[in-house]
């Protein structure tokens, strides 16, 4: 058996669209949506509306962790703009899913990062997509668990949830083989990325059931530029796939 699995696709529809191949299915821990891509400010919703120049503004008021101003600036630029900020984002979110469903092969096993919304998912995950969010799927007699979205942090990404809401999945995946999540599990060197020179949120209720159950491996993402691309915690290989939209590279698990 081998299983392709991707993280962070980040609008990259292209190598999407061979991220299965050679393998007997796809996980995709999430992230479909592009709002802004940090590398090339003239990329993703953000840009597309408001222009390169406040693309660049916004990145360097976040990466400063100057996350008020960062808002205040987002505030008067819809003001400006006039529009519906709400229909806006999810007429060109729309756009991005229509692009990125089509892509998934058959069969894909997805679960939502932090920046995707679920409610629009059902919309466009066609047969051959199974989306899982504190659920199990067994896959050539491996068990694996899924765990999507993000923590409540200073960005405020549409699909955060609050730290108990997130142990709740966790806890009702019990013991699997293989524990799939968007998130990291809350170990400095997984959370810390070294671009941007901060720590994502990581998620301790992960942290536990790894010591707890102790899965073969813990796949992820959200940290794109990780400290620690890889590290053994316990009995648990912790390996960060969330590259795939600057390298268009799956990370492959055979048993």
Request: charged letters at 25%.
């Amino acid at each position: 058996m081998r299983v392709n699995v991707v993280s962070d696709v980040h609008g990259n529809a292209k190598d999407l669209a061979t991220a299965g191949d050679g393998a007997d299915a796809l996980i995709c821990l999430g992230d479909l949506v592009l709002f802004l891509d940090y590398a090339d400010h003239s990329r993703g919703i953000f840009p597309d509306l408001f222009g390169e120049r406040n693309a660049d503004l916004i990145v360097e008021l976040r990466t400063a962790r100057r996350f008020g101003e960062a808002r205040e600036l987002a505030r008067r630029l819809w003001a400006e703009l006039g529009a519906d900020r709400e229909s806006a984002i999810e007429a060109a979110v729309r756009a991005q899913y229509a692009e990125m469903f089509a892509a998934l092969p058959t069969p894909t096993y997805a679960t939502y990062g932090n920046v995707d919304i679920p409610a629009l998912w059902p919309e466009y995950a066609r047969p051959g997509t199974t989306v899982l969010d504190g659920e199990r799927a067994e896959i050539g007699g491996v068990v694996f668990g899924f765990v999507g979205g993000g923590l409540q942090s200073p960005m405020r990404t549409p699909y955060e949830i609050p730290d108990e809401e997130y142990a709740a999945k966790v806890e009702a995946l019990g013991e699997v083989d293989v524990l799939c999540s968007h998130i990291p599990p809350d170990v400095p060197e997984l959370t810390y990325d070294t671009v941007p020179r901060r720590f994502e949120r990581g998620s301790r209720a992960l942290l536990d059931a790894i010591h707890r159950t102790r899965p073969r491996y813990a796949l992820f993402g959200h940290v794109h530029q990780p400290l620690s691309p890889r590290m053994r915690v316990g009995a648990t290989e912790c390996v960060n796939v969330g590259h795939f939209a600057a390298t268009g590279k799956p990370w492959t698990l055979t048993w």
